[in-house]
T-cell receptor, first 112, second 110 residues
Framework: QKEVEQDPGPLSVPEGAIVSLNCTYSNSAFQYFMWYRQYSRKGPELLMYTYSSGNKEDGRFTAQVDKSSKYISLFIRDSQPSDSATYLCAMSQMDSSYKLIFGSGTRLLVRP | EAQVTQNPRYLITVTGKKLTVTCSQNMNHEYMSWYRQDPGLGLRQIYYSMNVEVTDKGDVPEGYKVSRKEKRNFPLILESPSPNQTSLYFC?????????FGSGTQLSVL
């Protein structure tokens, strides 16, 4: 079993829809949770970062962490075609090695 | 512009022919790392470096070497590439909790 599970998609939604992206994990020691966005032929870029449980909002993006269920989510409101990309969740115990465990990514397509 | 630069972007080679993928960052970051990205497996760490002359294995180090002689450069060396090393490779440097990734090197080993 992988430490981090993520549905690969693709997820296709119309412009303006609310998008929900999710990951589950098995290691209860993870404390730091991130979402990266990766456009085609580009490297991942950090989108959201949260520590422990709770919500964090940044513009149209909201990250949620539920440590009791080992479940994290990224919500995108008013989705735009420019949001079409692959979204990778990542998590870490944040020890000295800074080892990030990535999900395999969910491909999102926002249709105009 | 702050960036991580990898070269080459695309590389096709044959089994056993030594190759080096270069990585350079201009942000004065101490931490650098290499990842490979494969369909269905996500990003997996190959090697990382906490500082100059300090390197350590990640999750999939077999068949790879790295060196960190200068702060800005962190090359990835494949001494004898094999077809199972065909992958998309990313170099990254770190500031706080944020990783900055290069644009990737698509390697095909025939």
């Amino acid at each position: 079993q992988k430490e981090v599970e993520q549905d690969p998609g693709p997820l296709s939604v119309p412009e303006g829809a609310i998008v929900s992206l999710n990951c589950t994990y098995s290691n209860s020691a993870f404390q730091y949770f991130m979402w990266y966005r990766q456009y085609s032929r580009k490297g991942p870029e950090l989108l959201m970062y949260t520590y422990s449980s709770g919500n964090k909002e940044d513009g149209r993006f909201t990250a949620q962490v539920d440590k009791s269920s080992k479940y994290i989510s990224l919500f995108i409101r008013d989705s735009q075609p420019s949001d079409s990309a692959t979204y990778l969740c990542a998590m870490s115990q944040m020890d000295s090695s800074y080892k990030l465990i990535f999900g395999s990514g969910t491909r999102l397509l926002v249709r105009p | 512009e702050a960036q991580v630069t990898q070269n080459p972007r695309y590389l096709i080679t044959v089994t056993g022919k030594k190759l080096t993928v270069t990585c350079s960052q201009n942000m004065n970051h101490e931490y650098m790392s290499w990842y490979r990205q494969d369909p269905g497996l996500g990003l997996r760490q190959i090697y990382y470096s906490m500082n100059v002359e300090v390197t350590d294995k990640g999750d999939v180090p077999e068949g790879y070497k790295v060196s960190r002689k200068e702060k800005r450069n962190f090359p990835l060396i494949l001494e004898s590439p094999s077809p199972n090393q065909t992958s998309l490779y990313f170099c990254a440097s770190r500031s706080g909790e944020k990783l900055f990734f290069g644009s990737g090197t698509q390697l095909s080993v025939l």
